[in-house]
């Protein structure tokens, strides 16, 4: 049976990261931080109100991350999907990242959820209806394929439409559940899908990951201006966070026709694009998606766009686009997916004799 996220359920939600003090008052411009080895001693703290507070608080790492590591030890790489502008198809890429690992069999692939109140990826990967099995105190991702599983907050919603109202301690509860408790196995990839912008998700991801090992984070982006503002403070983010880059992808990079295959700029890349950004960020550029509708139906039907349309322009980006993330982390790109799982052979389908769903 599948844990409710209402009484009674054996976690204490609630619980932060750590012991946070209760302040006072706002923390002032150059505070170390009430969770800082400093807190309530550095110069900043003269005359802050909080300063008797925090220099008593509980400090040092989580003492759960010692038995996160030992229980992700068995995961030999760990990548963040993260994106400043929501929007952007980031949970969709993350779908499609994983299905294109999966195409090689030899590979086993998971993907955790972190958009908690946004949860989209067990609609996009077809396991709306399931749910989490507990075995003692462990939790059993669901499973998507025989070498791709997904863990979410919706397998937990008593209702699909219910809404998740929670503030940050407790959606950091949760993801501590998730990479405590949860029984992954041997993975060789762990996509960990996270909401838009930089907030209390992304803060509690990386700090319990560090000591585990994160290979990086992909960026993810759409060609205007709009989009590329956010995902610089994304960067931002990486950078005093500690957090690798491996590169950014240009999702919805371009329009394609099914039909004729013609490319149109539905949003026209004013500044250069998510390519003139890594360039001057410095930063890999993983490759460009074109926009495909059958992308959103796929998703829609929770159906692989890999096993549907293998030879359409966006797969043929999507596998260059898996290949390029794993050799940013140092991996052979003919061990991440094989040049024979690159070749298909062109097929005429006979439309009246098509049996899929979009």
Same mark, same amino acid.
């Given at each position: ?20 003090? $209760? ?18 001693? /550095? ?39 993260? /994106? ?86 407790? $959606? ?26 930089? /907030? ?9 990951? $560090? ?20 995902? =610089? $403070? ?9 957090? =690798? ?30 390519? =003139? ?82």
């Amino acid at each position: 049976m599948a844990p409710s996220l209402e009484e009674p359920v054996p976690i204490d939600m609630d619980a932060p990261l750590k012991a946070a003090p $209760k302040l006072v008052a706002p923390e002032p411009e150059h505070c170390p931080g009430p969770e800082s080895q400093k807190a309530g001693q /550095s110069s900043a703290c003269a005359g802050c109100p909080n300063q008797s507070i925090c220099a008593s608080a509980p400090k040092g790492p989580d003492p759960d991350i010692p038995l996160i590591t030992s229980r992700l030890s068995t995961i030999r790489h760990k990548i963040l999907v993260l /994106s400043g502008k929501g929007g952007v198809g980031k949970s969709t890429f993350t779908t499609m990242l994983a299905h294109g690992f999966a195409t090689n069999p030899a590979s086993q692939v998971g993907i955790m959820d972190t958009d908690i109140c946004g949860p989209s990826i067990p609609k996009m990967m077809g396991v709306e209806a399931e749910q989490v099995h507990i075995s003692g105190s462990e939790w059993s991702p669901v499973s998507v394929a025989d070498n791709l599983a997904v863990m979410s907050v919706q397998f937990m919603l008593p209702n699909r439409d219910d809404a998740v109202i929670w503030r940050g301690p407790k $959606k950091n509860g949760l993801i501590k559940q998730f990479l405590k408790d949860v029984e992954w196995g041997d993975l060789d990839y762990l996509l960990v899908d996270t909401p838009p912008g930089t /907030s209390d998700e992304h803060l509690s991801v990386n700090s319990l990951l $560090k000591e585990s090992g994160v290979d990086g984070a992909v960026l993810v982006t759409t060609p205007q201006e709009v989009a590329l503002l956010d995902v =610089r $403070k994304e960067i931002d983010f990486c950078a005093k966070a500690g957090i =690798r880059i491996l590169g950014v992808v240009e999702n919805m990079s371009g329009f394609v026709c099914p039909k004729c295959a013609h490319r149109s700029q539905i949003f026209r890349p004013s500044t250069g694009g998510a390519r =003139r950004m890594a360039k001057d960020a410095g930063i890999p550029f993983l490759g460009a998606v074109p926009l495909d509708p059958r992308i959103g139906m796929a998703c829609d039907y929770g159906e692989s766009f890999f096993d549907a349309y293998p030879d359409s322009p966006a797969c043929v980006a999507l596998r260059d686009v898996v290949r390029r993330v794993g050799e940013e982390m140092g991996l052979n790109p003919d061990d991440v997916l094989p040049e024979e799982l690159l070749e298909h052979e062109d097929m005429e389908v006979d439309p009246g004799q098509d049996n899929r769903r979009f």
